[in-house]
């Protein structure tokens, strides 16, 4: 059973980096064709694809939050971790990291940023 | 980057109609092609993946069509528990979008 888990801190403050991980279960990220990846949605909006990381290291990022992203994996650990640069209010959200190509996903951490 | 197009953004339908529910991408994405469902403060879930195929244990008055850059999800009976928000999602290009959504409430 594959299962994902999100954890970081449910406050930043503006300027800040956010760094989140990913803490899964019931596969591997060095098996061919296999991807985590983070979702975000802000309060009340739709959902926004961020970045994904497949088992050859491969890397794909959202092209307009491209520059503030990295994604990296631990496969020892079955960790993917995400971090973002230079958080912002709007940068509000509950983040989610999802499985590729099963697509199960996790139950999203809370991330507020403010003063 | 892939675009996607997703109407209406919201609608209200009364118990047992059919609902239909449209996304459009900006170019040619085959037939990679998720449909979510999302319940508030829940996570989305998988319904339809590869555009027309059901997932496990999802009842069979969902389905999806389409292919190339025109696709339609279908709820043939909506019932009440069929209250939630949709989304569509590409996988052509190891980049994922989504469609901006559609909340589906009762008449």
């Known amino acids: 059973q594959i299962t994902l888990k999100e954890s970081g801190p449910t406050l930043v403050k503006p300027t800040q980096t956010l760094t989140l991980t990913c803490t899964f279960s019931?596969?591997?990220?060095?098996?061919?064709?296999?991807?985590v990846g983070w979702i975000r949605q802000p309060p009340g909006k739709a959902l926004e694809w961020l970045a994904l990381i497949y088992w050859d290291d491969d890397k794909r990022y959202s092209p307009s939050l491209k520059s503030r992203l990295t994604i990296t994996k631990d496969t020892s650990k079955n960790q993917v971790v995400l971090t973002m640069t230079n958080m912002d209010p709007v940068d509000t959200a509950t983040y989610y990291c999802?499985?590729?190509?099963?697509?199960?996903w996790g139950k999203g951490t809370t991330v507020t940023v403010s003063s | 980057d892939i675009q996607m197009t997703q109407s209406p953004s919201s609608l209200s339908a009364s118990v047992g109609d059919r609902v239909t529910i449209t996304c459009q991408a900006s170019?040619?994405?085959?037939?990679?092609l998720n449909w979510y469902q999302q319940k508030p403060g829940k996570a989305p879930k998988l319904l339809i993946y590869d555009a027309s195929n059901l997932e496990t244990g999802v009842p069979s008055r969902f389905s999806g069509s389409g292919s190339g850059t025109d696709f339609t999800f279908t709820i043939s009976s909506l019932q009440p528990e069929d209250i939630a928000t949709y989304y569509c999602?590409?996988?052509?290009?190891?980049?994922?979008?989504f469609g901006g959504g559609t909340k589906v409430e009762i008449k």
């Open positions: 019931g596969f591997s990220l060095s098996t061919s064709g296999v991807g």
């Open positions: 170019q040619d994405i085959s037939n990679y």
């Open positions: 999602q590409q996988y052509d290009n190891l980049r994922l979008t």
């Open positions: 999802a499985h590729r190509p099963t697509d199960v």
